[in-house]
């Protein structure tokens, strides 16, 4: 029976679309998704969060194909003669329930299963289980939203219930619900218990941050609320039974706003195990990236041995992977004692062997207040002043630069400024370079506004 329900009925568009079109959206384009310790495939909460992510889109489509879908038999004119036989309402509405339950939970378990393996692959050797409940609740909102849609269209079978309900859901959880994603924690526009009963969620940025207990609890009894009217709408055959029909969805809405954080410092937490330290001597990385420790350890000793030798007791004593929230753009929590490390820094994520001890030296020396990543961009003129302090550093007779040089009118002026900073740099006595250096890392450290390439020349600040 299922079968033939899943062959002469157009369930299984709902989950194709679910499947092709996410795959559509994150694989042909290189995007933010791709890169960083929050890339869709870099980690498996990461991964899970920007799947979910992506019931913005699929959301409200799989509202209106549940609704299209519950229409078939007002279409086919079939009501009144599927009313008059034996068969209990409930059993009826069973079928093309679970063919449609079906579909989308393959669909979004093929997109997992595309992420996982690439994950599983990849770079990292954490495997928290906190990503489950994440993706798992993308589940459940898929099927109750569909559901809901087929209940809809059952209580009002006309030809605008379906296209009604797409844009109405669109609206209340594109606009409405929606949440911002650039502060430290991503925030909504509205009151938070709101917010979270939209089940996309947002693209994440930080690697970090998790959902909280509370929100898979909260969300899971709503959505179990609106999975059971949409179900009960669909097996309804009274005026009556459609109005009790309504009980699951406001019981639901009632135990979830109960149960959600008020507040969202307590919705999106910070996972304390792939954040705790592992290290090697004074080189620490977080958990979930210390698959990265065997390269960056002996790298990292190297540069704080060059920093020794360069700053005396003023050198950091050790380096630290970054586990500091900060909204987009936000400053960094740098420090003189400790060698900031982080894995989405432009420089750090194309460096290997003997060029990420280079990177580090120059974090050492004049660390970039703001961050020079895929998402924040910026980062030129700070990487002029840090390559000519790495080189001073280690001892190079030409300016190194820390990445390849823009081509571009600003990026052709910015090095040749850092040339002639150089030079004239080098043609000082020991004691003044030194001095020279230690002064653009003070201004570095306050994150002191203007560019710091003049003040190895000798200039003011611009």
């Given at each position: 029976m299922l079968g033939i329900e899943l062959r002469r009925s157009?369930?299984?568009?709902?989950?194709?679309l679910v499947l092709t079109g996410s795959l559509a959206v994150l694989c042909p384009v290189d995007g933010v998704w791709w890169r960083g310790g929050a890339g869709w495939t870099a980690q498996?909460?990461?991964?899970?969060?920007?799947?979910?992510?992506?019931?913005?889109f699929w959301w409200p489509l799989v509202v209106g194909l549940g609704a299209l879908y519950g229409l078939r038999d007002s279409r086919s004119r079939m009501t009144e003669l599927l009313a008059s036989t034996p068969r209990p309402a409930w059993r009826r509405a069973a079928l093309p329930a679970g063919a449609t339950a079906l579909v989308l939970v393959l669909g979004?378990?093929?997109?997992?299963?595309?992420?996982?393996?690439?994950v599983a692959v990849g770079g990292t050797d954490y495997l928290p289980l906190g990503w489950l409940p994440i993706s798992l609740v993308a589940m459940l909102a898929l099927v109750a939203g569909a559901l809901f849609g087929m209940g809809v269209a059952r209580a009002l079978p006309s030809v605008l219930t379906p296209p009604a309900l797409a844009v109405g859901v669109l609206l209340m959880t594109g606009l409405l619900l929606r949440q911002n994603a650039e502060g430290e924690r991503p925030v909504g526009r509205t009151v938070n218990r709101l917010v979270l009963m939209a089940p996309a969620g947002v693209e994440p940025r930080e690697m970090l941050l998790t959902l909280a207990g509370r929100v898979?609890?909260?969300?899971?009894?709503?959505?179990?609320?609106?999975?059971?009217?949409?179900?009960?709408l669909l097996a309804a055959a009274s005026r009556r039974a459609r109005l009790f029909a309504l009980v699951p969805v406001l019981a639901g809405a009632a135990l979830a706003l109960l149960v959600l954080p008020a507040d969202p410092r307590d919705t999106w937490v910070v996972d304390r195990a792939a954040a705790s330290p592992v290290c090697d001597g004074p080189v620490c990385v977080t958990r979930a990236n210390r698959s990265h420790l065997a390269e960056v350890a002996p790298q990292g000793r190297e540069a704080l041995r060059v920093l020794r030798d360069s700053l005396g007791d003023l050198a950091p004593s050790s380096v630290r992977e970054d586990t500091a929230l900060r909204a987009q753009g936000g400053p960094r929590d740098i420090s003189a004692d400790v060698v900031l490390l982080d894995f989405d820094e432009t420089l750090v994520a194309r460096a290997t062997g003997g060029q990420l001890a280079r990177v580090l030296v120059a974090q050492g020396l004049a660390p970039n207040c703001r961050g020079h990543n895929p998402r924040e961009g910026g980062g030129q003129d700070d990487v002029a002043a840090q390559s000519i302090a790495a080189s001073w550093a280690l001892?190079?007779?030409?300016?190194?630069?820390?990445?390849?040089?823009?081509?571009?009118?600003y990026a052709v002026r910015a090095w040749a400024e850092a040339e002639a900073a150089w030079t004239k740099l080098t043609a000082l006595p020991p004691a003044e370079q030194r001095a020279r250096i230690l002064q653009?890392?003070?201004?570095?450290?306050?994150?002191?506004?203007?560019?710091?390439?003049?003040?190895?020349?000798?200039?003011?600040?611009?």
């Open positions: 157009a369930a299984p568009l709902a989950g194709l498996w909460t990461s991964m899970a969060l920007w799947t979910r992510s992506l019931l913005g979004f378990g093929l997109l997992l299963l595309v992420g996982g393996v690439q898979h609890l909260g969300q899971t009894l709503w959505l179990l609320g609106l999975l059971a009217t949409g179900f009960a001892g190079d007779t030409r300016l190194t630069p820390l990445e390849e040089p823009g081509t571009d009118e653009v890392r003070d201004a570095s450290l306050a994150c002191a506004p203007g560019f710091h390439v003049p003040l190895l020349a000798g200039a003011a600040s611009r």
